[in-house]
């Protein structure tokens, strides 16, 4: 099966559309281990540098892939668009423009979106796009999202290092869909078996920006800290909602859009919070870890309110700024740890 990458900046690309179509969806991850040397030369070293090695990725393997969509999540994502389509010739491209409001009107034109991304795909393939091929990739989509939740839950539970999840939110986003359900399903069974929650980790809510490499998330645990709940979408916004079963397939994705948990690129922005402290509720943590990449404003924009309101709460929390590096920050690694023994002096939150 021919793969199908798509780029984003949060969960806003319509995967099952491509699935549809008979692709294997594959999301642009980039990888920071490679530097953005080749990004560079067509953009400010000051623009975000996921999107830079994002960039970099395309330029290497796009000649592999059947085509690229692009859905818009923030202004790095928006523009970028150009910039490839000038300097990457050899993949067909096709722009998603979700919209940041979830409101009627803006469901009812991301329809109309959705409906014309459908009908260039069968134009540029020659292929037929109907309600059953929709349906059946809706199906799958929502087997992944269910399994991916099951795995989730048993974090606060289980001996789950940051690196298992991030690899299993990673793989989800970048392996074909049937052969994800087997390995999901094989995860499922040695999760379950793990040993207990480390007692002498501390259990943490994560958001802000995506992590994308496996490095930070490492460096969490090296601090003593366990993620077992976020609203990333290389974690919680991708498997969170489940799609609608109703009748009209294409409505249903409209609908899922406006379900998920919200990045700070959308408006209002309650629905975030909300998502954010019905985390909270639900699950025992001692704290909650925000962040940044930097040069990425639209959650360093975010948590100017979003941390004094989770505090208010009566929760810890802690704000960083981030490199996009795999090097070790020590800096930051030493923020952790003082982090982490203000929470152990004061017994953490966990809520009931």
Not at 88 to 94: A, E, G, L
Not at 276 to 284: I, V
Not at 302 to 326: C, F, M, S
Request: proline share 5%.
């Amino acid at each position: 099966m021919e793969t199908f990458a798509h780029f984003d900046s949060g969960h806003e690309f319509p995967e099952e559309i491509v699935m549809a179509a008979g692709f294997s969806p594959v999301k642009i991850l980039g990888d920071v281990r490679e530097g953005t040397a080749a990004a560079d030369e067509y953009l400010f070293p000051f623009f975000c540098p996921f999107t830079r090695g994002c960039l970099v990725e395309a330029l290497e393997n796009s000649g592999k892939w059947a085509g690229i969509g692009f859905a818009h999540g923030c202004d790095a994502t928006d523009h970028h668009y150009d910039i490839w389509k000038a300097h990457i010739k050899t993949t067909p491209f096709f722009y998603v423009n979700t919209p940041m409001k979830v409101d009627k009107t803006a469901q009812n034109f991301y329809k109309g979106v959705l409906t014309l991304f459908i009908n260039n795909l069968n134009k540029q393939y020659a292929i037929t796009i109907g309600e059953k091929e929709l349906k059946d990739a809706i199906g799958l989509s929502n087997q992944v999202k269910s399994l991916m939740r099951q795995l989730a839950s048993l974090r606060s539970e289980k001996d789950i290092p940051n690196s298992d999840y991030f690899e299993m939110t990673r793989m989800a986003v970048r392996t074909p869909k049937g052969l994800l359900v087997e390995e999901l399903k094989t995860l499922l069974a040695d999760w379950e078996s793990r040993k207990p929650f480390p007692a002498g980790k501390t259990p943490i809510l994560l958001t802000g920006s995506d992590v994308t490499f496996v490095e930070w998330m490492e460096l969490l645990d090296t601090a003593g800290f366990r993620v077992v709940r976020d609203d990333l979408s290389l974690g919680e916004r991708y498997f969170a909602a489940t799609i609608p079963d109703t009748d009209d397939p294409v409505e249903a994705l409209v609908t899922y859009s406006r379900n998920i948990p919200q990045s700070a690129t959308r408006t209002p922005s309650d629905g975030r919070m909300e998502y954010l402290l019905k985390a909270l509720s639900e699950t025992k943590v001692d704290a909650v870890v925000s962040q940044n990449m930097k040069f990425c404003e639209p959650y360093a924009i975010d948590a100017v309110w979003t941390v004094p309101a989770i505090r208010e709460k009566g929760y810890k929390v802690i704000h960083l700024e981030r490199d996009y590096t795999p090097a070790v920050d020590n800096q930051l690694l030493t923020r952790l740890e003082a982090f982490k023994e203000v929470i152990q002096q004061k017994g953490g939150n966990r809520n009931a």
